[in-house]
């Protein structure tokens, strides 16, 4: 979850008697939001930087891993991200060269859709990867990768460059802050460590768009929680823009099922019944909200008591249909039973989405139910599927 770097202000009002008994207010003149910078240090002391004292920052910390992401205020879009891994051996020039190679072509996080465009070594020792990632139709961002090895450390620094030109020379700067720590040592680890760099809590992943042969406009992915706890109701919005950032049309959903358990994914699918609007050229796929927030305010149960089988078929109409039994496999009553399923094309694009709420309401402990999901609209060819089966404590602890 974000966390905000502010000071706090305390603001006094003052009240005087002045001599013909009437009270006076003394408004204090508000004093100016504080951007100045501020000299952050991760939690586990291994580097740190000045940055904006009102950015949102967002950590990891592990052993043997150390990350901070930062984006500006009233936005959940990284801008900048900071990995760090101890190796524990230093590198020689070739050891270097390869270790970049293997981050840009099987580690790094964004592989999937992270095209590299030039590459260059910089004059402190860095390797600079210049790229495009491209996520979303029509919205490529322009993505500079800085690795560099420092003693038995490699530091990861990302920017995603921003169409602000002065931002994006505020970013430039604020790189050239950094300083590693090298007394807080983390735990020697594999290079491989850094595929599991994320920049939120909630990420979204495999994002496609299509058209049904009777017009109907999808765009389907899915939402992965990073995060420690069930995150429930996650809501998911699609802006349809012009080329040049203009709103056009919009849609509201939420993920499907009940939410998403810590580690877990779960589909979307937003459903545009008219088609792609002439004027639309891109769109923008944003998790969450203001009027929304991660709390884990229920149990989610999944498969730590809940066991099921999937089998696929087709209907006469062509259409998929996955179906299986879900049997209760824990100790107590399970109430509000969903079965989701994603299916996938073979890049691992998500291309169809579906779900089905079982008729019962209940499933006690060792009952076993059928379900059925149909799915009629694909946009691709499938190449795989998956399913979980989520529901809800009949009566929490």
């Known amino acids: 979850m974000y966390k905000k770097l502010f000071w706090l202000w305390i603001i006094i009002a003052v009240w005087l008697v002045g001599c013909t008994g ?13 951007y100045s910078p501020t000299r952050y240090t991760h939690s586990s002391g291994v580097f740190s930087l000045t940055v904006p004292r009102h950015w949102n920052v967002y950590e990891q910390a592990s052993p043997t891993l150390a990350t901070a992401t930062f984006s500006v205020p009233d936005s959940s879009e990284p801008i900048l991200t900071v990995a760090a891994i101890n190796l524990g051996q230093m ?3 070739r050891q270097m060269r390869q270790l970049m190679f293997d981050y840009q072509t099987r580690i790094r996080p964004d592989r999937a859709y992270y095209t590299e465009s030039d590459r260059q070594a910089m004059p402190d020792g860095s390797w600079r990867m210049t790229g495009v990632r491209n996520i979303a139709r029509g919205l490529p961002q322009q993505v500079n990768t800085f690795i560099q090895a420092i003693n038995t450390y490699v530091i990861v620094m990302e920017i995603t460059l921003p169409p602000d030109s002065s931002l994006a020379g505020q970013l430039q700067s604020i790189i050239n802050t950094f300083s590693l720590n090298g007394g807080a040592a983390l735990t020697p680890t594999p290079f491989e460590t850094l595929s599991a760099v994320t920049s939120a809590n909630l990420e979204i992943l495999h994002v496609t768009d299509w058209v049904t042969p009777e017009g109907v406009f999808f765009i389907t992915g899915e939402v992965a929680n990073h995060g420690g706890i069930p995150v429930f109701d ?3 919005r699609v802006a349809l823009e012009t080329p040049e950032g203009g709103f056009v049309a919009g849609a509201l959903d939420k993920v499907l099922g009940h939410g ?10 937003l459903r545009f019944g008219e088609g792609q609007p002439p004027a639309a050229a891109r769109y923008v796929v944003t998790v969450g909200g203001e009027d929304w927030a991660p709390t884990a305010t229920r149990t989610l149960i999944g498969d730590d008591s809940l066991m099921w089988t999937n089998d696929i078929s087709y209907n006469e109409a062509g259409h998929m249909l996955i179906s299986g039994t879900i049997t209760n496999t824990g100790d107590r009553t399970v109430r509000d039973i969903i079965a989701i399923a994603t299916v996938f094309d073979e890049t691992q694009n998500v291309i169809g989405a579906g779900f089905t709420e079982l ?3 209940f499933l006690a402990p060792s009952e076993v139910i059928t ?10 060819v499938p190449a795989n599927f998956i399913v979980n089966v989520q529901g ?3 009566r929490e602890d």
Request: net charge negative; glycine share 14%; no cysteine.
């Open 392 to 394: 809800l404590p009949a």
């Open 234 to 236: 996650v809501p998911v």
């Open 22 to 34: 009437g009270a006076v207010v003394y408004v204090p003149t508000p004093l100016p939001p504080d």
């Open 260 to 269: 998403i358990e810590a580690g877990g994914f779960a589909p979307f699918a």
């Open 371 to 380: 379900y059925g999901i149909l799915i009629p609209d694909i946009g691709g």
């Open 359 to 361: 008729e019962r309401p």
């Open 91 to 93: 590198l020689d020039e």
